[in-house]
T-cell receptor, first 116, second 115 residues
Framework: SAVISQKPSRDICQRGTSLTIQCQVD?????MFWYRQQPGQSLTLIATANQGSEATYESGFVIDKFPISRPNLTFSTLTVSNMSPEDSSIYLC?????????????FGPGTRLTVL | GENVEQHPSTLSVQEGDSAVIKCTYS??????FPWYKQELGKRPQLIID?????GEKKDQRIAVTLNKTAKHFSLHITETQPEDSAVYFC??????????????FGRGTQLTVWP
């Protein structure tokens, strides 16, 4: 499976600021996704990061709040903008469509965000 | 879109017993059903998956069964060990279209294995 890294692993931020999370994969993948997971909860898909075009956002998530970039097939960023304490969560990237598989999805280690 | 229901939300078993987690899905076009294990503070890890062209798949103590007619699939863990304690998530994909590759997750099952 692909090796996925995320930066930062954790951060504590002030209300009103923005944080950009990076996701790097060691091989080219077709699909990259961004999820949010609040404590004790399931995985909520924020958006699909599309290479070379605008991300596809799920209901309840908007580009102004969660701008996403995907400049190539191995890298993506998620920005959490104008943060509030409600944005405190774990943010995970996942990838699919690596060598040998279309659907199999693997997760990065996550970024634990605390907003004060 | 797809709706995945998962039961039970918590499950406690004695070491050595079996554990079964069940999920149902709504979209008959779904054709890929992975299971993830998430230990506390760790990322979800794929433990087994099944595609709609088979009814059962085994990997050592773990098995998954799929009933396409009833649109449900189950995770079976035999001879449970304390290290099996974790949250387990089922998921289903949506085949084709702009949501290719997208997974829909169940709410998770907290499995506790008592020594």
């Amino acid at each position: 499976s692909a090796v996925i890294s995320q930066k930062p692993s954790r951060d504590i931020c002030q209300r009103g600021t923005s944080l950009t999370i990076q996701c790097q994969v060691d091989s080219q993948v077709t699909m990259m996704f961004w999820y949010r997971q609040q404590p004790g909860q399931s995985l909520t898909l924020i958006a699909t990061a599309n290479q070379g075009s605008e991300a596809t956002y799920e209901s309840g998530f908007v580009i102004d709040k969660f701008p996403i970039s995907r400049p190539n097939l191995t890298f993506s960023t998620l920005t959490v903008s104008n943060m509030s304490p409600e944005d405190s969560s774990i943010y995970l990237c996942s990838v699919a469509g690596g060598p040998g598989s279309v659907d199999t999805q693997y997760f990065g280690p996550g970024t634990r965000l605390t907003v004060l | 879109g797809e709706n995945v229901e998962q039961h039970p939300s918590t499950l406690s078993v004695q070491e050595g017993d079996s554990a079964v987690i069940k999920c149902t899905y709504s979209d008959s076009a779904s054709n890929y059903f992975p299971w993830y294990k998430q230990e506390l503070g760790k990322r979800p890890q794929l433990i087994i998956d099944i595609r709609s062209n088979v009814g059962e798949k085994k990997d050592q103590r773990i098995a998954v069964t799929l009933n396409k007619t009833a649109k449900h699939f189950s995770l079976h863990i035999t001879e449970t060990q304390p290290e099996d304690s974790a949250v387990y998530f089922c998921a289903a994909n949506r085949a084709g279209g702009s949501t290719l590759g997208r997974l829909y997750f169940g709410r998770g099952t907290q499995l506790t294995v008592w020594p």
